[in-house]
């Protein structure tokens, strides 16, 4: 399991959406100086839905390393959701008043997704030597029937 790459990759994917969850996404500076810091998931509670589906995704796509084209199509299907994230986070940093901060954590959806884009390229290079391993094993089945 661990020899592959993919499988680095979406480790690497489950643990930034971890850490992505329990942390503070941004602060606000009130007007009296004071700064509040300010959990993206519980101001805005679909966001954490949508962490929570996408981590539950990555997750998925980590443990079936048996079933090669079930882990690229979650890989994918979690990268794409990660990159609507992204998109999702840089609207509400561009539209965000003069007085909030960000904190560099909002940047772990988008290297997720690279992640998880890696992953399952790395999944259809896998499939493909398989495939091509299974071709020649087949060609020298059957040459070995036209001899006999």
Do not use: H
Not at 7 to 13: D, I, K, N
Not at 66 to 91: C, D, E, F, N, P
């Amino acid at each position: 399991m661990w020899q592959r790459i993919q499988t680095l990759y979406l480790a690497v994917s489950t643990v930034l959406l971890f850490i992505l969850f329990f942390s503070d996404a941004y602060t606000v500076t009130a007007p009296d100086g004071m700064q509040y810091v300010t959990y993206l998931q519980l101001q805005k509670p679909y966001f954490g839905i949508l962490l929570g589906i996408l981590f539950a995704m990555t997750v998925l796509a980590l443990i079936t390393f048996k079933v090669r084209i079930l882990q690229m199509r979650l890989a994918t299907l979690s990268g794409l959701v990660a990159l609507g994230m992204t998109g999702w986070l840089a609207y509400f940093y561009f539209s965000a008043p003069e007085n909030v901060a960000f904190k560099w954590t909002v940047i772990f959806p988008l290297v997720a997704a690279i992640c998880d884009f890696l992953a399952a390229r790395g999944c259809f290079q896998d499939q493909l030597m398989v495939e091509s391993a299974y071709r020649i094993r087949e060609s020298r089945k059957r040459d070995r029937k036209k001899k006999k």
